[in-house]
């Protein structure tokens, strides 16, 4: 899949245009005669403070379901997108860190796209927050179509956060990565104090 034509389109444009591609390629897609495969895509608010991305790390959603010959499933997995830099700086890496952390806290199956000349690459997040030394294009990649794959094949993808096919279901997405938002952004921590110890001060001798 390459992206040429997007060398002067911002992150979040290319993201959306390979979320509506996914979901245009894979549509009721029909594998061997045996099952049917479609696709959903949803992008999450990015702009302010209080947005889904900034609370979760999260750029893009993609849902997959599978039906027929008994082995149905709903599994979906999470996006960070990036540009491809030659030398990315320390700081961008730091927030891309911070970033893959959140969307791990949500599911293990969370990946960022690189976005370069080429096509797109695909890297764990688990593999962006381990490596830390190393920048996302240094890391080992994927294609698109790899990671399809390895998802339609049942090795990637978790089952705990796709959405069923059928009557509303982008609405039922929406309000799912509402509470997605919910359960990674508010961290609550409490912690013992510990306790203190009186310490005895020697007492000053009368003066007689």
Not at 70 to 82: H, L, W, Y
């Amino acid at each position: 899949m390459s992206i040429e034509h997007f060398a002067y389109t911002q992150e979040h444009q290319i993201t959306s245009r390979l979320g509506e591609a996914l979901q245009d390629r894979f549509q009721r897609l029909s594998i061997f005669d045996a099952w049917d495969v479609s696709i959903i895509t949803q992008e999450a608010p990015d702009k302010g403070p209080g947005t889904m991305e900034s609370a979760t790390g999260i750029d893009l959603y993609v849902g997959v379901s599978r039906d027929g010959s008994g082995e149905e499933f709903d599994k979906g997995f999470f996006v960070q997108s990036k540009k491809k830099e030659l030398a990315r700086s320390a700081q961008k890496q730091e927030d891309l860190v911070r970033q893959c952390v959140k969307m791990l806290k949500l599911s293990r199956h969370s990946y960022v796209w690189v976005y370069g000349p080429d096509g797109v690459g695909v890297v764990r997040a688990r593999d962006v927050v381990d490596q830390i030394g190393r920048t996302v294009e240094q890391l080992p990649q994927r294609n698109i179509d790899e990671l399809m794959r390895e998802v339609l094949d049942c090795h990637e993808g978790d089952r705990r956060r796709g959405i069923s096919d059928g009557p509303d279901r982008r609405q039922r997405l929406v309000a799912q990565m509402r509470e997605w938002q919910t359960e990674v952004g508010i961290h609550v921590e409490i912690k013992r104090r510990p306790r203190r110890v009186a310490i005895a001060r020697p007492s000053k001798p009368r003066k007689l």
